[in-house]
């Protein structure tokens, strides 16, 4: 009933930039807290940068000044900016949303995953 659909990742050379975008679909009654998180070939999933509700933004220490996560409520979407991108910066990139169904509780969705690879 709620979809999440990831776009924007690809290849890039390092010190290049890619723009993920991840919008939310469905039965939606409200969106709190909207965010990315990443894997890595052969490390846990971590969290990028994350949007709350309230308008605050945290990010992982090794991407401050070069990501930037905005919302948009209006189309229930989440983008991350990602500039100066260097390769350990290469991993699988899954937006997270946490989304309440009309009639329903809180509910953490994920997308697809979108690959995005940074080449020296």
């Known amino acids: 009933q709620v979809q999440l659909v990831e776009s924007g990742g690809g290849l890039v050379q390092a010190g290049g930039s890619l723009r993920l975008s991840c919008a939310a679909s469905?039965?939606?009654?409200?969106?709190?807290?909207m965010g990315w998180y990443r894997q890595a070939p052969g490390k846990q999933r971590e969290l990028v940068a994350v949007?709350?509700?309230?308008?605050?933004?945290t990010y992982l220490d090794s991407v401050k000044g070069r990501f930037t996560i905005s919302r948009d409520n209006a189309k229930n979407t989440v983008y991350l900016q990602m500039n100066s991108l260097k390769p350990e910066d290469t991993a699988v990139y899954y937006c997270?949303?946490?989304?309440?169904?009309?009639?329903?509780?809180?509910?953490?969705?994920w997308g697809q995953g979108t690959q995005v690879t940074v080449s020296l």
């Open positions: 949007f709350t509700s309230g308008g605050t933004t």
């Open positions: 469905g039965s939606i009654f409200s969106i709190n807290a």
């Open positions: 997270n949303v946490n989304i309440k169904i009309p009639g329903g509780p809180m509910t953490i969705y």
